[in-house]
């Protein structure tokens, strides 16, 4: 999950990196940055990682599971 969190002012996560934090940290970082002082991410757009995707769809069928 990138972004804000809607209804809750000022609360922006990141999160669910699976261990990955170090090498995303830097982008997540930047991504981040962009969003709190512009609005939005201006790097890549993080539109499919924010929360309201698990509020607006079925969460995606998962097929690696072991």
């Known amino acids: 999950i990138l972004g804000r969190i809607p209804g809750v002012e000022g609360f922006y996560v990141v999160a669910g990196f699976s261990g990955h934090g170090v090498m995303h940290g830097p982008i997540a970082g930047l991504l981040m940055a962009e969003e709190i002082l512009d609005g939005r991410a ?24 072991i």
């Open 42 to 65: 201006h790097t890549l757009d993080i539109a499919p990682l924010r929360y309201e995707r698990f509020l607006t769809s079925p969460p995606p069928a998962e097929y690696n599971v």
